[in-house]
């Protein structure tokens, strides 16, 4: 394994230009044309990938086939960016105006591709290594596009596995979990619609924002009062957006919603308690509301075998201290999910220290890891694929 880590590192001049070039040019869900056309070309420049683009829209999937193994392996990287003005000073921050890389997805390509360029090189294994990557993750439809456009009929694997950056886990560490590891997720906008006019003259409006506030905060009690203190769920109401001036009633307000659970029960409950409050406030209120409910996502379950087998690869390639097993679980969402509801396999986590947490507008990706990230590819491969 100390072999496969000194050449991943001989190669960080290469994984540095990658990523900083993907920071810099970050694209939002589903309209990531430059960043999908350079993973294709960056494919290519490899040698012996079969290269197909246009999946799902802008997915791809590189294929390499070595020997005459029969298995087949999926390792899945995602490349969109978010909906966040970055506030770091970096060299290679966002050249673009409110959107920047700030889960971390410039670096799960980056480690993908060089784990593909590796392989690609010393071909030490015996069947069929797939790299997907996905477009879309943020909103939740890049994995659910990729899968209608028949990634697995097109492209199919005995298993797929995944990784995510974690900061406050330590450094270089590999976290596994087998079942629910990650919470499903619906994203709705709710309008609430009132009748704008003078501040100084409210008689003649219908304050949307009053009823907004009353909406944010008897939502307060859905999770607390009616979620199973065993169970987990949370509604984060990220957004509240209405009017411009401060002598001015709005004509409407915008609530955008977070809604995270791990059963189906909890989930139909939340949703339905979100219906009937945003429905009885707003006619409290004298307002009209319409609801736009978003992609809804899926409980990231792995699979308790394929979890158990790639922690023990990770445990043999960098060492049982450098492996928790079983690891945490979070609220945080992921469309993975939707593929491990259609193959086996499983999701880990790779700590990398001290910093913001994702979404935040000062993270940062730590680039020690991206050697790490990538040698774990190549050990997960050659070890599958034997």
Not at 4 to 17: G, S, T, W, Y
Not at 28 to 56: K, N
Not at 122 to 136: A, C, D, E, H, S
């Amino acid at each position: 394994m100390n072999a496969i880590v000194r050449k991943l590192e001989a190669d960080n001049a290469v994984m540095k230009e990658w990523f900083e070039h993907m920071h810099r040019h970050p694209e939002l869900s589903m309209q990531e044309t430059r960043t999908a056309e350079f993973i294709a070309d960056t494919l290519r420049s490899f040698g012996g990938f079969d290269v197909q683009t246009g999946i799902g829209k802008y997915g791809i999937v590189a294929s390499l086939k070595v020997g005459d193994g029969d298995k087949v392996i999926g390792l899945r990287a995602d490349f969109d960016a978010l909906p966040i003005q970055e506030e770091n000073d970096f060299p290679y921050r966002s050249t673009v105006a409110g959107v920047s890389h700030l889960c971390g997805h410039d670096g799960h390509t980056t480690m993908l591709l060089a784990a593909g360029k590796y392989l690609a090189e010393t071909r030490n294994f015996n069947g069929t290594v797939r790299l997907i990557f996905q477009p879309g993750e943020e909103t939740m439809e890049g994995g659910p596009a990729m899968i209608d456009d028949g990634l697995f009929e097109r492209f199919p694997v005995d298993a797929v596995f995944g990784m995510h950056n974690i900061p406050g886990l330590e450094e270089g560490k590999f976290y596994f979990h087998p079942g629910e590891m990650m919470s499903a997720v619906d994203n709705w906008e709710v309008e609430i619609i009132g009748k704008g006019g003078h501040g100084g003259i409210p008689e003649l409006t219908i304050d949307p924002v009053v009823a907004g506030s009353s909406i944010v905060m008897a939502i307060q009690s859905i999770v607390s009062r009616n979620v199973a203190p065993a169970n987990r769920a949370v509604v984060t109401i990220g957004a509240f957006l209405a009017g411009n001036a401060g002598n001015v009633v709005a004509g409407s307000a915008i609530l955008r919603f977070s809604i995270r659970s791990t059963t189906p029960e909890d989930r139909e409950m939340i949703l339905g308690n979100i219906r009937r409050i945003v429905d009885h406030q707003a006619q409290s209120f004298g307002c009209t509301f319409e609801i736009r409910e978003g992609i809804p996502g899926a409980v990231l379950v792995n699979d308790a075998e394929e979890t158990d087998k790639a922690a023990k690869i990770a445990q043999a390639a960098f060492g049982e201290a450098q492996v928790v097993y079983p690891g945490p679980s979070f609220l945080a969402s992921e469309d993975f999910a939707f593929m491990l509801q259609k193959k086996k396999g499983t999701y880990c986590f790779l700590g990398s220290g001290r910093g913001k947490m994702v979404h935040h507008p000062e993270y940062f990706f730590n680039q020690n890891i991206l050697p790490i990230g990538a040698a774990y590819w190549v050990a997960l491969t050659e070890n599958y694929l034997r």
